[in-house]
């Protein structure tokens, strides 16, 4: 799956303002009323675009190195799961999913990548976040080649 990465979350990592393994992260599912600006530097224009609950990246995160590909990734073995009821929108259609440093609020997160998976037309069922195998980067891939 293709994503692009948010300037200002390049900038937060680089600058070492994001701990992928002990900050907060959280996923957005987002509809087309949410046009991708690499330039954002806040979650508070994507909040437009929004479907249903955001949830919580699992707690067990790490960061990979894999020497042989020459490439680290961030990975999670945690299951990222909109419930039906719950988190899941009822209706709309899913065309991206954000992956943002969740503090306090909108205003306060920053956003990382944007996620472009297939178009979901949602009906209220659970909704399932596949991230990349490992060979291929995991969740978000850095890589020197």
């Known amino acids: 799956m293709a ?3 948010f300037t200002e979350g390049l900038h937060q990592i680089n600058s070492k303002n994001v701990d992928w393994v002990n900050d907060v992260f959280k996923l957005c599912l987002v ?3 949410y046009s991708f600006d690499i330039e954002s530097t806040t979650m508070t224009p994507l909040a437009a675009g929004r479907l249903g609950t955001d949830i919580t990246v699992g707690a067990t ?3 990979v190195k894999d020497a042989a590909n020459h490439f680290t990734f961030w990975k999670t073995t ?3 799961k909109w419930n039906t009821g719950v988190e899941a929108p009822a209706s709309g259609t ?3 999913v954000a992956l943002y440093k969740f503090i306090t609020n909108d205003a306060g997160s920053t956003p990382i990548c944007y996620f ?3 178009d979901l037309v949602s009906n209220g069922g659970d909704i399932t976040f596949q991230c990349a195998s490992d ?3 995991g ?3 850095l890589s020197s080649t």
């Open 3 to 5: 994503y692009k990465v």
């Open 31 to 33: 509809s087309s009323s």
């Open 61 to 63: 995160k790490t960061i």
């Open 78 to 80: 945690a299951t990222m």
């Open 94 to 96: 899913v065309v991206a």
């Open 116 to 118: 472009d998976p297939t």
């Open 135 to 137: 060979a291929n980067g």
């Open 139 to 141: 969740m978000f891939k």
